[in-house]
């Protein structure tokens, strides 16, 4: 009985332990990328107030890719990426995992629907939660035109990190 009651003790433990080595090993071993952003202004009633992100690279056109006619909605795509003056942008998408030249990286995200040829594209890094109001004021700079950008770490199996954001030149970090 003690020891059944021990098993499920820890299995929540050891599940949440899980999750957070998951983004840590990420973090850890991965090469950080920035991309650039388009502002949104969200508020979730639940999780509070965040900064929602949209990328450059979150509406893709796939009908300028080989692999692009291929996809649907809920598809996982994964896409090469590499660095293009200050920016990282998307060279190729894929429905694998693919091999990388070693100054690119890898993304993996989903489709949310297409319309025509555009497809926009989750890659779990649209959502940066911040005290009120600090978001309050990040997001106020974002629409006032100051430039915004993300710091995104990326692991070789093409899972990303959200480090922290670049607002008109400042970092900004989950403290």
Do not use: H
Not at 89 to 94: A, K, L, R, S
């Amino acid at each position: 009985m003690y020891k059944k009651f021990l098993l499920m003790m820890a299995f929540p433990v050891i599940v949440i332990s899980g999750l957070l080595a998951f983004k840590l090993f990420t973090v850890v071993t991965g090469e950080d990328i920035v991309l650039e952003t388009r502002p949104v202004d969200p508020i979730d009633l639940f999780r509070g107030r965040y900064v929602a992100l949209r990328y450059q690279i979150s509406e893709l056109n796939l009908d300028g890719y080989p692999a692009g006619g291929s996809f649907q909605y809920g598809d996982t795509i994964y896409a090469t990426l590499s660095k293009k003056d200050e920016y990282w942008d998307i060279d190729n998408i894929f429905n694998k995992k693919p091999s990388l030249a070693d100054n690119q990286v890898c993304l993996r995200g989903t489709v949310r629907y297409s319309y025509g040829s555009t497809s926009p594209i989750d890659w779990g890094i649209e959502s940066f939660f911040l005290p009120e109001d600090k978001a309050k004021e990040v997001e106020s700079q974002r629409w006032a035109g100051n430039l915004t950008s993300a710091v995104v770490t990326v692991d070789q199996f093409c899972n990303p990190v959200l480090k922290s954001l670049i607002v008109g030149g400042e970092t900004v970090t989950i403290n």
